[in-house]
């Protein structure tokens, strides 16, 4: 199976950055896509952002301009860059990674899931 770990939430005043990790680990195949997603108390989860296996980026009309997302292909691992945070972007961020893992020599396809990380923004 593949596993997907987070790291890099925090408290932030408004206005100011964070810098997100999240790597995916296992018989990994291949990953086609990595995105950012997240999730305030009461809401829905929402996505953030989603980059593709060719660097094709999609972003929350929220967050245009404010966040950057990149992947690094190598290292099975993608980042968001946050900055001019406010209040609003408080809450705790998942990683998802989707593609194709190797078991007892099939090629089978993966959605996982990382544990999450919390981002609070004071105002």
């Known amino acids: 199976q593949v596993q997907v770990a987070e790291s890099g939430g925090g408290l932030v005043q408004a206005g100011g950055s964070l810098r997100l990790s999240c790597q995916a680990s296992?018989?990994?195949?291949?990953?086609?896509?990595m995105g950012w997603y997240r999730q305030a108390p009461g809401k829905q989860r929402e996505l953030v952002a989603q980059i593709t296996d060719t660097k094709i980026t999609n972003y929350a009309d929220s967050v245009k301009g404010r966040f950057t997302i990149s992947r690094d292909n190598a290292r099975n691992t993608v980042y968001l860059q946050m900055n001019s945070l406010k209040p609003e972007d408080t809450a705790v961020y998942y990683c998802?990674?989707?593609?194709?893992?190797?078991?007892?020599?099939?090629?089978?396809?993966?959605?996982?899931w990382g544990q999450g990380t919390q981002v609070t923004v004071s105002s």
């Open positions: 296992g018989s990994i195949f291949s990953i086609n896509a």
């Open positions: 998802n990674a989707v593609g194709k893992y190797l078991r007892d020599s099939l090629i089978k396809s993966f959605s996982s």
